[in-house]
């Protein structure tokens, strides 16, 4: 059974980068069927789609972050990561990671997202 | 590329079904019939209850259901139980860069 877990720090100071990393067991992360997504909910707020990647590197991001994101995958460890830069209190929220599914055709690939890592929350504050 | 609507709150009693609406445009629950629906309980991680619009994952009931008409995805809950209250969130393929977006959620209520 696949599962996803998620660490990193909890507080982040303003304008530094947040990092976290996603390590997954129970599959591979370089299997051809799967992205790999972060999304993240703000305290008491809805879920937002941060990006998602493919284990050969490519990646997909939200337009309303795309200028401070940075997702990357290591393979070898099986794992994918997080980097937000210049945060603010804004920032502040609990960020998940999930599995992706990939079902490719013509209009590109779409898919669901499932399983869910269990979250960590990213307070931003000095 | 902006969130799909939801209404902030539903409710229905024991065993009374309801209906959740997600709205979007043509470029995303229009577009694709790759609309999800997401439960998650307070403190927990969301959990998958339907995919591509009216699919159900192993071990959800099957009074779990989803349908969409033109840029309106739905999600029913039919025979509400206790363990139904919690919120919801639609998310749809949003096409070109594989983009997705998710829904600003509905709180549901077990009266």
């Known amino acids: 059974q696949l599962q996803l877990q998620g660490s990193g720090p909890g507080l982040v100071k303003p304008s530094e980068t947040l990092s976290l990393t996603c390590s997954v067991s129970?599959?591979?992360?370089?299997?051809?069927?799967?992205?790999w997504g972060w999304i993240r909910q703000p305290p008491g707020k809805g879920l937002e789609w941060i990006g998602s990647?493919?284990?050969?590197?490519?990646?997909y991001y939200s337009p309303s972050l795309k200028s401070r994101v940075t997702i990357s995958v290591d393979t070898s460890k099986n794992q994918f990561s997080l980097k937000l830069n210049s945060v603010t209190a804004a920032d502040t929220a609990v960020y998940y990671c999930?599995?992706?599914?990939?079902?490719?055709?013509?209009?590109?690939?779409?898919?669901?997202?499932?399983?869910w890592g269990q979250g960590t929350l990213v307070t931003v504050s000095s | 590329q902006s969130a799909l609507t939801q209404p902030p709150s539903a409710s229905g009693s024991p065993g009374q079904s309801v209906t959740i609406s997600c709205t979007g445009t043509?470029?995303?629950?229009?577009?694709?019939?790759?609309v999800s629906w997401y439960q998650q309980h307070p403190g927990k991680a969301p959990k998958l209850m339907i995919y591509?619009?009216?699919k159900r994952p192993s071990g959800v009931p099957d009074r779990f259901s989803g349908s969409k008409s033109g840029n309106t995805a739905s999600l029913t809950v039919s025979g509400l139980q206790a363990e139904d209250e919690a919120d919801y969130y639609c998310?749809?393929?949003?096409?070109?860069?594989?983009?997705?977006?998710f829904g600003t959620g509905t709180k549901v209520t077990v009266l």
């Open positions: 999930a599995r992706r599914y990939r079902d490719c055709s013509d209009t590109g690939c779409p898919g669901r997202f499932d399983p």
């Open positions: 129970g599959g591979s992360i370089s299997s051809s069927s799967y992205y």
């Open positions: 990647i493919y284990y050969s590197g490519n990646t």
């Open positions: 043509s470029s995303d629950v229009g577009g694709y019939d790759y």
């Open positions: 591509e619009v009216s």
């Open positions: 998310s749809s393929y949003a096409g070109s860069n594989n983009l997705d977006v």
